[in-house]
């Protein structure tokens, strides 16, 4: 068992690779209990899609991956805003032309880039390639983004309650929904290099809607998505490392894990809960 545990430590890279991933893990299951409760789950999609047109021109001119992709993702939510204000689409609708549009350009610039083997890890994440130097940048952008979630955590969660409210009290509503999307595009950048563009919308997701499932307070939701978030990342690279597979796949799975036990056994939106209620209660009739 300690063999189990100790082994990988024995190589720098496992190393960085647990720690980044955790640390990437636990701010996208931070921020995910925001998206859950406020409904913006294919916005996290949207902004992680987009990214990738800026991470190819970054390695295209020799500029560092996270600039491009946070312009990129900043680009997507301007532009999005602008549609929803313009027109009378739908505001799912506008995401889906945006990041479509965005990510088909982005794959046609990798089509045209020489070093595609490089480019396909910002598709599908390359933890185990983690550099102290992209350990570091991945601290401090999850530390910013940590830092003006749990500061600014009263207004944020009465946006998501009632924003109508929020607005009534004098809150900058619009102003505080515009942070919320730049930090998801920070988010983006943050777990960009450890799960790739496409599995890191599931950690945006996931550890968010098994809070949900397991808590009946917000503070409770918010540990919990972020716990589902961190332990996901160090049961994924674990397997990844015995199991000899994707370490992404191996990180989104275990979450996928962790919400089928809350689905399954969540005190109180758990289904084995619910069953074992209703039994008690169809058991012992109310006598009239």
């Not at 789950?41 to 899609?49: D, F, R």
């Not at 999005?80 to 506008?94: E, F, M, P, Q, W």
């Not at 563009?197 to 397991?214: D, N, Q, R, S, Y």
């Not at 716990?227 to 275990?254: F, H, P, R």
Request: net charge positive; hydrophobic share 60%.
């Amino acid at each position: 068992m300690i063999e189990i545990i100790t082994a990988p430590f024995e190589y720098g890279f496992m190393v960085h690779a647990l720690a980044a991933a955790v640390i990437a893990s636990t701010v996208c299951g931070l921020l995910s209990a925001w998206l859950v409760l406020m409904g913006w789950s294919l916005m996290g999609e949207a902004i992680a899609h987009s990214v990738l047109p800026g991470v190819v021109l970054a390695y295209i001119f020799g500029a560092p991956m996270a600039l491009g992709a946070l312009i990129f993702g900043l680009l997507a939510v301007l532009i999005i805003g602008g549609l929803n204000r313009s027109t009378v689409l739908k505001r799912d609708t506008t995401l889906g032309v945006v990041f479509t549009t965005l990510f088909a350009l982005g794959l046609v610039l990798i089509s045209r880039t020489p070093s595609q083997t490089h480019l396909q890890h910002i598709l599908f994440g390359n933890v185990l390639g983690t550099s102290l130097s992209t350990l570091v940048q991945i601290a401090v952008l999850a530390a910013v983004t940590a830092t003006v979630l749990l500061v600014k955590r009263r207004d944020f969660t009465l946006l998501a309650f009632d924003r109508t409210h929020a607005h009534t009290i004098g809150l900058p509503v619009g102003v505080l929904s515009a942070v919320l999307l730049v930090l998801l595009a920070i988010t983006t950048v943050t777990a960009l290099q450890t799960l790739g563009v496409i599995l890191v919308v599931a950690m945006l997701i996931i550890p968010g809607a098994a809070g949900f499932l397991v808590a009946r307070t917000f503070g409770l939701m918010l540990t919990v998505s972020a716990l589902v978030g961190g332990l996901a990342a160090v049961l994924g690279v674990y397997a990844s490392w015995w199991l000899d597979v994707s370490t992404g796949g191996a990180i989104v799975l275990s979450a996928s894990a962790l919400f089928a036990l809350a689905y399954l056994g969540g005190p109180h939106r758990g289904v084995v809960p619910r069953l074992l209620r209703r039994r008690r209660a169809s058991s012992h009739p109310v006598s009239v």
